[in-house]
Structure formats: C-alpha cells, structure tokens
C-alpha cells in the first residue's frame, strides 16, 4: 500500500503501470525527546549545574506560557554567569535517564534499521540532545533531528534560539511540530520516499499538534498520563472519529517495540 499524505495537506502520488516493484515498506517513526526518549525535562535537568542545583527565585517566576524559549534562554545566560561550560552541560545531558524500554525499542530499530526512517522533533536544544544521544549511542539511528538551534559563544555560555516562526495558535512561538513533520513528508516525497505509516512517539501538548495531522494508516503513540494521551483522550470524547491515527498509549517503549515487532510479522 502506498503512502497517502491526505492528513497533512500533501498530494498523492502514484506508480504507472508496468513500473518497477515497489520497494519493501518503508515507516517514518518520529520521536519526541523530553519525557520520551529520556525520563526527565532535559531543560530542568541543567539546574543540576548550578550552584545549589537551584535557580532564585525571581528567574523561575520569569517562566511565562508561550514563552519558554525565551525563559530558557534566560536560565542558560544565568548558568553562564555561574561558570557553567560546556563539560557541565555535557555531563548533565548525558547523564539523564533513558526513560523505561528505550533501549529495548532502540535496539528493535537498530536491527530493522532498512524499514524504519527515524527522525526526532524536540523543542529542547540541540546541543543537549546530541549530547544525550551519542553517550546512549543511538545517535546514527536518526536520520534527522529537528531542534532549538544552540551553541556556544566566545564567553563559553550556551546559548539558545528559536527553531522558526510559524503561524499555529496552538503551540509555542518557537516551534510548531506539525509544520516540521508536514514539510519532511513533503520533503522526503519530492525525494520519491513515501512512507506506508508514520509511528508518533511523544508525551506533551506539543505533540498532539501534529499527531492530529496522522492519517488514518498511521499509529499515534503517547506516553500513558501524559498531556498527549490526555488530550486524544478528549478530543475522541467531543469529537469522535476526528483523531484519525490508530492510538497506543505505552509506559513502557517496550511496549512500542512488541507493537511494531506485531505489526512486522503481519507483514510477512
């Protein structure tokens, strides 16, 4: 079966008769960070390299709703200011906890890495990811990680920017995921790489966005009481059929790697 982009926007495109086999199915599987891939906000995370592992008070008061990039950038030019460098950054991120069955599910896609295209959507930072990725060395599984850009300056100070601006009322000014996943589908299809399904691995409000814009082919996986999981939740109950993807809540990643090992042997 081919791939229709129906929910996001994107025309369909078809083979001609008597063309080439297609090639085996190919799934993009798209994973949050924060709370997903690792068990903690990796943005709390960092305070552990401040003095105290704290921040005062007026700072954490400065955290504004649809303002967080910036309230972030506020903490790292703090951390700065502390003399935290890049080896106490590097340290903290790489030392955050895969969340439970994450390695399990890595390793199910390492070894099916010829059918699962794996990218990775996060309004964390770069930098940090990265980071946290190669110390878990999962870091060549993805072929594609979309994050607040970060660097380091001539002070040494970790610093922090917005990923783009877009025009979605529902997210954060910083980022919008369903935007980034739409424009990789269209992307990856002018590149003539169409997926069968697309696999949603998230936690947050953030990716409920763009799992609304899944199809009906594709499998929506939010982590169990988490934001997301709440929010298909009550959208199925004053909308129902409108949430089109398949649903999996997990606690476990283990839990998506059996679903994705079925879904393989059906396959067969």
Request: hydrophobic share 40%.
């Amino acid at each position: 079966m081919r791939r229709c982009c129906q929910g996001v926007g994107l025309p369909c495109l078809f083979k001609g008769v008597g063309m080439a086999t297609p090639r085996p199915p190919r799934y993009l599987l798209v994973f949050d960070f924060d709370e997903t891939v690792v068990a903690e906000n990796s943005d709390d995370s960092v305070v552990r390299a401040a003095p105290g592992q704290a921040l005062p008070e007026p700072l954490r008061q400065s955290q504004r709703q649809g303002s967080y990039n910036e309230y972030m950038q506020r903490v790292l030019a703090f951390l700065g200011d502390q003399g935290v460098r890049a080896a106490d950054f590097k340290a903290v991120y790489e030392n955050i906890p895969l969340t439970p069955g994450m390695p399990e599910l890595f390793q199910f896609l390492s070894k099916n890495h010829e059918l699962f295209e794996v990218i990775l959507i996060s309004d964390a930072n770069m930098f940090g990811i990265e980071a946290k990725l190669r110390a878990a060395g999962v870091h060549s599984l993805f072929r594609k990680i979309f994050s607040n850009p970060s660097s380091f300056d001539k002070r040494g100070y970790l610093t922090l920017g917005p990923y783009h601006s877009h025009k979605c009322l529902d997210c954060p000014a910083n980022m919008c995921k369903r935007k980034i996943l739409t424009e990789y589908l269209a992307e990856r299809a002018q590149e003539e790489v169409e997926f069968e399904r697309v696999f949603y691995v998230g936690d947050g409000a953030n990716d409920f966005c763009p799992s609304v814009a899944l199809t009906s082919a594709d499998v929506a996986f939010p982590r169990k009481g988490f934001p997301m999981h709440r929010m298909t939740q009550e959208m199925e109950k004053k909308q129902p059929g409108a949430f089109q993807a398949t649903v999996v809540p997990w606690e476990s990643a283990a839990e998506v790697a059996r679903y994705l090992q079925e879904l393989l042997k059906k396959k067969c």
